[in-house]
């Protein structure tokens, strides 16, 4: 089992499942969710998507990967930051929870994971990180969902380096 980081495109990962950061209606939006759309396939993503309801904020749902290299999608539904009182850091941790499970569920072994809630959703990047790299090595270390490979997808250098810093330190699964 490995947490690893890289700096990229997560439209471009060549894993079994990758992560949207959605919104509540799963109806597409800007960032990377619009991304995973264009580069999915727009129509069949959306249809996908409309069936499944909609998403609460902390949860995640799956469609198909459509045109990605990635088998599956799982569009997890972040928390708007609005100051850090109101369960953002439960609601964020959740979301990285339910996605390994999702994708587990789903016999996915490796997924990629974008900065979830740090764009259009105000999140502090750092404290996010944080956040993600506790949750995902703690999950991982409980629970024996059957994957091998997590990767955590930063857009921008701070972001991947902070991702780099977290899993130097020491953790259950650091090297
Ligand atoms: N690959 C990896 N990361 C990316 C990519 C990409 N192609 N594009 C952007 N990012 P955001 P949120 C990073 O705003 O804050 C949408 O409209 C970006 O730099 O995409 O959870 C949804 O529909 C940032 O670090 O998601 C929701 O309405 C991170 O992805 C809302 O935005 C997340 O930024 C969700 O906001």
Redesign the pocket.
């Known amino acids: 089992m490995a947490i690893e980081a890289v700096r990229g ?3 471009r990962q060549e894993v079994d499942a990758i992560v949207n ?3 509540q209606g799963l109806a ?8 995973i759309h264009r580069a999915a396939g727009r129509a069949q993503l959306r249809a996908a998507c409309e069936a499944l309801g909609g998403c609460a904020t902390g949860d995640a749902k799956a469609t198909p990967g459509f045109n990605l290299a990635a088998q599956w999608i799982i569009h997890a539904v ?1 928390p708007r930051w609005r100051g850090g009182g109101h369960g953002e850091a439960e609601l964020l941790a959740s979301c990285y929870r339910r996605s390994l499970v999702v994708a587990a569920e789903l016999g996915a072994r490796s997924i990629a994971f ?8 105000g999140y502090p ?1 750092a404290e996010a990180a944080s956040v993600a790299v506790s949750t995902l090595r703690s999950t991982l270390a409980s629970t024996p969902l059957g994957i091998e490979l997590v990767r955590l ?1 930063a ?2 250098d701070a ?1 991947f380096e902070r991702y780099r810093e977290l899993l130097a330190a020491p953790g259950p699964l650091s090297p």
Request: charged share 10%.
């Open positions: 495109d997560i439209t950061a959605a919104n597409g939006g800007g960032g990377v969710d619009g991304a972040g974008p900065a979830i809630s740090t764009g259009i959703y990047a997808v857009f921008d972001t």
